[in-house]
C-alpha cells in the first residue's frame, strides 16, 4: 500500500515535553491504531497533523510532498479531517444544522430545509440514530448521541485521511460495530485512518498496525496478528499491571446507606426502587435512553424528581438539589466531565478542593491557600494525574486526566455514598486498574459504591450487584456468580419487547443475544452549573425529551467545523 503521510521528528512541548522524535506513518487504505496512556502524546500527535497543532521542530509530508498545515481548514483542504474526543456541537443549534455548518444547503441565503433534513437523515443512518429528528435541538441529545452526530458529521466528507480520536468512549457495543461497517468502506476506498482508543479489544478486532507511546516516544509498532492485549499494555505502561482489580470479598453488610423507592423523573425515569450498601459496588447496566443518568442525577438533586423517596442511613431525606445531597454525604462523578464536572478555566487546585470549600480550606468566607495547595497536590500524586503542577487549567489536561481530577474531588470529599457515572471513561488502561482499586478500597472502608458504566465487562468485574434498567424502569437485581451477559442483555430489553427479565432467581436461560452491552447515555442531557464558591451551590435546569419520529432515520456523519 502506498503511504499517505509520514513525519520525521516531530516533537511538541507545552509546560514540559509532550513529543519527542516521533517518525509515524500511514498508509492508504489501513486503520493505524495510536495506544498510550493518558498524557502519553497521542491526541497532541494527532491535532498536529490535522492542523488544530503547530509542532515545534519536524517534518510532516502528505502523498510524499512536504505537509504544514497552519490550521484546520488548511489539513481539510488537502483532505485531512478529525473527529475529536471532545465534543464540539453547537448546542443551540439543530442536529442537521451541526452536521452540515459550514455548507448549509441554500438559495439566495436562505437555508432549504427540506434538503437539509434528508441529507442529516442520510448522514445520520451510516451511524444508527434512525428514530431522532434533525431538526431536534442539540442540547436536548444525550452524551452518547452527540457522539454520533460528531462522528457522522466526520464520516460524511470526502477525506484522503480521517482521524478518530477516542470515537467509541461513548457509544454501545452495536454502534460501535456499526461505526467500524463504515470504517472498513472507507478503508476500501482508500482512506487512511488513524483510530485512538482506550479498548484494546477494539484495536485487535479493527487495526491493522498498532503504534504504542509512551511518555511523549513512540516506543513500538506492531503488525496486526503479532500481538496480544498483554503485550500492548506492558508496552503502554512499561510494567506488568498483574490483576485487573477484579473483587473477590465481598465485605458488604446488611447497613442499608442508600434506599430509593419509587424513583420518578419524567419523560424518562419511571419506576426505581434500589439499596445501596455499604461495603459493596452497585452497578448499573442498561441501553442508550434506559434512565441511568437521569436516576442518578434526580438522586444527587440535579434534576427534578416527580414521585419517590430517598432514604439515607434510615432516615428519609429531601434533596432537591446537590447541596442537599452533598450535605448527606452523597457525591456524584458526572458522565460528561467537560459540561457537568469541571470548571474548565480554573486550575487543579480549584477543581479539587470545590467540594470542600467550607471545611479545612475555607473558613469565616476565606480560603487558606497554603492548605488547599498541599490537599490539591496530594491529590495529583495519589491518582498520578499528568499535569505540569496544580495550577495547570484543567481544559489543557487530556480527558483521562481531567476524569481523575474530578474523581479526586469526590475522594477528598469522603462521602458515605459515592455515585459514578462512567468513571474511566476515555481513561487508560493502567489508569482504570487503579481506579478500581481505588473504588474497591472505599467499598472495604464502608462506603456504598454505585457505579453507572458503559462496558458490561467493567460491571462483572466491579460489582457486587448489577441493576438492569430498560425504558426507564429497573426491572432487575443479579448478585455475583447469578449473572450472566445473556440474562442482563434480555432484562435491558424487557421493556422495549415487552418480554419478562430472566431474573437471578429464573433457573431459564435468556433468549437474549449474545453481544456484551456498554449500557450508553439518556436522550435528554441536562445542564449542572456546580459549585458557587463557599455555598458549594447547584442549579439544574430542565430540558425537553427528544422528540422522537419513527419515520426519520438520524444518525450523525456531517462534520461542522
Not at 514540559?16 to 492508504?28: G, K, T
Not at 497536590?377 to 495550577?391: D, F, G, P, Q, Y
Not at 489508569?431 to 464502608?446: M, S
Amino acid at each position: 500500500m502506498a503511504t499517505l503521510l509520514q513525519t520525521r521528528g516531530l516533537a511538541k512541548a507545552y509546560a514540559s515535553p509532550v513529543l519527542a522524535d516521533i517518525n509515524f506513518d500511514l498508509r492508504a487504505g489501513e486503520v493505524h491504531a495510536l495506544v498510550g496512556e493518558n498524557g502519553a502524546g497521542k491526541s497532541t500527535l494527532c491535532n498536529i497533523i490535522a492542523g488544530l497543532s503547530r509542532a515545534d521542530s519536524g517534518k510532516m509530508f502528505l502523498e510524499e510532498r512536504p505537509y504544514e498545515p497552519i490550521n484546520k481548514k488548511a489539513a481539510e483542504h488537502q483532505g485531512v479531517r478529525i473527529v475529536l474526543q471532545e465534543l464540539s456541537l453547537i448546542d443551540n443549534l439543530s442536529v442537521g444544522e451541526n452536521l452540515f455548518l459550514h455548507r448549509l444547503p441554500n438559495r439566495m441565503g436562505w437555508i432549504q430545509g427540506t434538503r437539509l433534513a434528508r441529507a442529516a437523515r442520510a448522514a445520520l443512518d451510516r451511524v444508527g440514530l434512525t428514530d431522532l429528528d434533525p431538526n431536534v435541538s442539540v442540547r436536548q441529545l444525550g452524551i452518547g448521541q452527540k457522539q454520533l452526530v460528531e462522528i457522522a458529521a466526520g464520516l460524511s466528507q470526502e477525506c484522503k485521511i480521517l482521524i478518530l480520536d477516542e470515537p467509541t468512549a461513548a457509544l454501545t457495543v452495536t454502534d460501535a460495530k456499526r461505526l467500524f461497517v463504515q470504517v472498513r468502506k472507507l478503508q476500501e476506498a482508500g482512506v487512511g485512518i488513524v483510530f485512538i482508543s482506550h479498548h484494546l479489544e477494539e484495536v485487535q478486532e479493527i487495526a491493522d498496525r498498532v503504534s504504542v507511546l509512551r511518555d511523549g516516544q513512540l516506543v513500538a509498532v506492531k503488525e496486526r496478528g503479532s500481538f496480544s492485549i498483554d503485550d500492548i499494555i506492558r508496552l503502554m505502561v512499561g510494567r506488568d499491571l498483574g490483576e485487573s482489580g477484579q473483587r473477590r470479598n465481598n465485605g458488604a453488610s446488611r447497613r442499608v446507606l442508600l434506599r430509593v423507592e419509587k424513583l420518578k423523573a419524567p419523560p424518562v425515569v419511571r419506576d426505581v426502587t434500589f439499596e445501596a450498601r455499604a461495603g459493596e459496588i452497585l452497578g448499573f447496566a442498561g441501553l442508550m435512553g434506559s434512565g441511568r443518568t437521569e436516576t442518578m442525577r434526580a438522586i444527587f438533586g440535579a434534576d427534578r424528581r416527580a414521585a419517590g423517596k430517598i432514604f439515607v442511613n434510615g432516615k428519609e431525606v429531601q434533596i432537591d438539589q446537590p447541596a442537599e445531597a452533598v450535605k448527606w454525604g452523597i457525591g456524584l462523578l458526572t458522565e460528561d466531565r467537560k459540561a457537568q464536572g469541571l470548571l474548565l478555566p480554573k486550575p487543579l487546585r480549584m477543581n479539587i478542593s470545590l467540594a470542600r470549600l467550607g471545611y479545612e480550606i475555607g473558613r469565616f468566607g476565606w480560603i487558606n491557600r497554603a492548605v488547599e495547595e498541599k490537599v490539591a497536590e496530594s491529590w495529583v500524586r495519589r491518582l498520578a494525574v499528568r499535569c505540569s503542577s496544580a495550577e495547570q487549567a484543567a481544559r489543557n489536561l487530556s480527558g483521562g486526566n481531567q476524569q481523575k481530577v474530578v474523581l479526586a474531588r469526590w475522594l477528598y470529599r469522603d462521602c458515605d455514598i459515592l455515585i459514578c457515572d462512567e468513571p474511566t471513561r476515555g481513561i487508560d488502561v493502567g489508569a482504570k486498574f487503579e481506579i478500581y482499586r481505588l473504588l474497591g478500597e472505599l467499598a472495604a472502608d464502608g462506603k456504598a459504591i454505585v457505579v453507572v458504566s458503559s462496558d458490561l465487562k467493567e460491571l462483572l468485574a466491579l460489582c457486587d450487584r448489577i441493576a438492569v434498567m430498560s425504558a426507564g424502569k429497573l426491572v432487575t437485581e443479579f448478585r455475583r456468580g447469578e449473572w450472566t451477559e445473556d440474562r442482563i442483555m434480555s432484562a435491558a430489553f424487557s421493556e422495549l419487547t415487552k418480554t419478562p427479565a430472566v431474573s437471578a432467581e429464573q433457573n431459564e436461560t435468556s433468549n437474549g443475544g449474545g453481544q456484551s452491552v456498554r449500557p450508553n447515555q439518556s436522550n435528554e442531557l441536562h445542564y449542572l452549573s456546580f459549585f458557587n464558591a463557599t455555598l458549594f451551590r447547584a442549579t439544574a435546569q430542565s430540558q425537553d425529551a427528544v422528540h422522537l419520529q419513527p419515520s426519520l432515520q438520524p444518525d450523525p456523519r456531517d462534520r461542522r467545523e
